[in-house]
């Protein structure tokens, strides 16, 4: 009787394990992740794909003041983290319409050539289907590089620009060592939900809260889907993209009223991984880089906040929000 005892026991045990491996598992399009709003899809037909874009178009909830934004979410990211912004935005009058990147969160993870051109002519041809003729473009991460090449591209379309501690900032190229897609793949491969953690611990926040976690569960829960390896794919491609297209020599050229929200505390560098901890220091200062940025464009406003790190809208809200709103 022992015996079998322990061999339920053990049964159950093993159940729970696989249970809670599955609960921990996400699709790689996110189907079980719920979105703050109703997502949509955008038919995309590149490279003899079809394909699709997610993004929710939300509506005002007050009067109406006939403008739009458009967000553009990080490279570790998707629509699902702007909840707050959208809602202080729509609560002021305006139309938000947040597009799932292809390649990320809802989108299709599609085995292409990934370029910010490619991507701002894709929100271009979504905002033309929408109606939409100019819109604020408010861009976090590698959202800012995104953000910043469609400025670039359609100034007539860009009522402003606003980027959230940007990536693209530095020329990554010029000190990260080089390395091939198949390399970054390999590295992909390797995460886990632990290994998330710890990075957006070390690099994006100043200090670590369980608000946090969700986060990580959605980017390490990918981790555990048999289709894992398709997302890893597709994120050394998008790392490639960001690796070898700079905007830094270009924000000289725009012509659009732009506004830098720079948390100061933020120390990311795109291939981090890459350098010695010396190294390391002499990158990412985000203190001085937004002082710098903002020197190279015409007629640019900064707000800098302290004891903040890589994503403001999330580790200080509020106050994130009052300047965001108030530089409307």
């Known amino acids: 009787m022992k015996r079998y005892f322990l061999l339920f026991a053990f049964s159950l045990f093993v159940l729970s394990h696989v249970q809670a491996q599955k609960i921990d598992t996400l699709s790689i399009t996110l ?5 703050p709003y109703p997502v949509k899809y955008f038919p995309i ?30 490279k570790n990211f998707g629509g699902y983290y702007w909840g707050n912004v959208i809602k202080a935005l729509t609560s002021i009058g305006y139309r938000v319409i947040v597009p799932d990147q292809i390649g990320f969160g809802k989108s299709s993870k599609a085995f292409i050539h990934y370029s910010f051109h490619q991507m701002a002519a894709w929100n271009k041809k979504l905002l033309d289907t929408l109606g939409v003729q100019k819109t604020v473009v408010l861009g976090h991460s590698m959202g800012g ?24 900032l530095e020329d990554y190229k010029t000190f990260i060592p080089y390395i091939t897609t198949v390399q970054q793949y390999q590295t992909e491969l390797k995460t886990t939900a632990e290994s ?26 990918v981790t555990n889907s048999a289709d894992y390896p398709r997302w890893a794919k597709v994120a050394a491609l998008t790392y490639t993209m960001i690796y070898e297209q700079p905007v830094v020599y270009e924000f000289q050229n725009l012509k659009v009223p732009t506004v830098l929200f720079i948390g100061k505390e933020d120390k990311t560098i795109v291939g981090k991984g890459l350098l010695t901890p010396d190294q390391q220091a002499l990158h990412g200062q985000y203190k001085f880089l937004g002082k710098q940025t903002a020197a190279k464009i015409i007629g640019a406003k900064i707000i800098e906040f302290d004891a903040c790190g890589h994503i403001p809208h999330i580790e200080i809200p509020t106050e994130f929000l009052v300047a965001l709103t108030g530089s409307l």
């Open 196 to 221: 998330v953690r710890k990075y957006y611990q070390g690099s994006y926040f100043t200090y670590w809260k369980p608000e946090y976690e969700y986060l990580v569960s959605i980017a390490g829960g």
């Open 145 to 168: 590089m995104l953000a910043t090449r469609f400025a670039l591209m359609y100034p007539e379309t860009t009522e402003k620009l606003l980027l959230e501690n940007p990536i693209g």
């Open 31 to 35: 189907d079980n992740v719920k979105y």
């Open 45 to 74: 037909h590149t490279e003899g794909q079809d394909i699709k874009m997610a993004y929710m178009d939300v509506a005002p909830t007050i009067t109406a003041n006939g403008k739009t934004a458009i967000l553009f979410h990080g």
